[in-house]
T-cell receptor, first 112, second 112 residues
């Protein structure tokens, strides 16, 4: 069955540092890929998505992600983290059977 | 623009009680889903629907029922609540399988 793995449960970075959140998926074909962000007590907001074409996609709030087919990965990056980026980040995979499957999330903590 | 509306926001149930979590969307989306969010487990798919009259099971369907009589509404029923169903529940909708999912603000359910 398809699955999504986010290996990092909790990441701490200093404000201004670069960030990379990892996401790996298990699926036979190229899935639809998404990154969502959840602030405390809130619902989920879409950061970016990949369907096809250019493997480097740009999203909101200065985030980008790169799809690497050979590694079955879709890692999220930001060159300079702001304190307001502290939140939980979810990678999600949309597959042929119409399900949207989420990873377990990575909690980002930002120190001043 | 309301988007996805979930009611109630908070609920406490006693073991064995039944209740319905409501979800309504005003975006004319065909796809709707219910997820539960538990610490360290991300969002797990309970049930989903790809159109009125069509529903299917997700990863954790036991103890939950759904129906989809209209495009707008997708209620989630707990027939006999158990403490293991204590969780935060999110409803989401999207146009098709390769489009962004929009989330409600969640329902925090406690079963005592």
């Amino acid at each position: 069955a398809q699955s999504v793995t986010q290996p990092d449960i909790h990441i701490t970075v200093s404000e201004g540092a670069s960030l990379e959140l990892r996401c790996n998926y298990s699926y036979g074909a190229t899935p639809y890929l998404f990154w969502y962000v959840q602030s405390p007590g809130q619902g989920l907001q879409l950061l970016l998505k990949y369907f096809s074409g250019d493997t480097l996609v740009q999203g909101i709030k200065g985030f980008e992600a790169e799809f690497k087919r050979s590694q079955s990965s879709f890692n999220l990056r930001k060159p300079s983290v702001h304190w307001s980026d502290a939140a939980e980040y979810f990678c999600a995979v949309g597959v042929y059977d119409d399900k949207l499957i989420f990873g377990t999330g990575t909690r980002l903590q930002v120190f001043p | 623009n309301a988007g996805v509306t979930q009611t109630p926001k908070f609920q406490v149930l006693k073991t064995g009680q039944s209740m319905t979590l409501q979800c309504a969307q005003d975006m004319n989306h065909e796809y709707m889903s219910w997820y539960r969010q538990d610490p360290g487990m991300g969002l797990r798919l309970i049930h989903y629907s790809v159109g009125a009259g069509i529903t299917d099971q997700g990863e954790v369907p036991n103890g939950y029922n759904v129906s989809r009589s209209t495009t707008e509404d997708f209620p989630l029923r707990l027939l006999s609540a158990a403490p293991s169903q204590t969780s935060v529940y999110f409803c989401a909708s999207r146009t098709t399988r390769n489009t962004e999912a929009f989330f409600g603000q969640g329902t925090r359910l406690t079963v005592v």
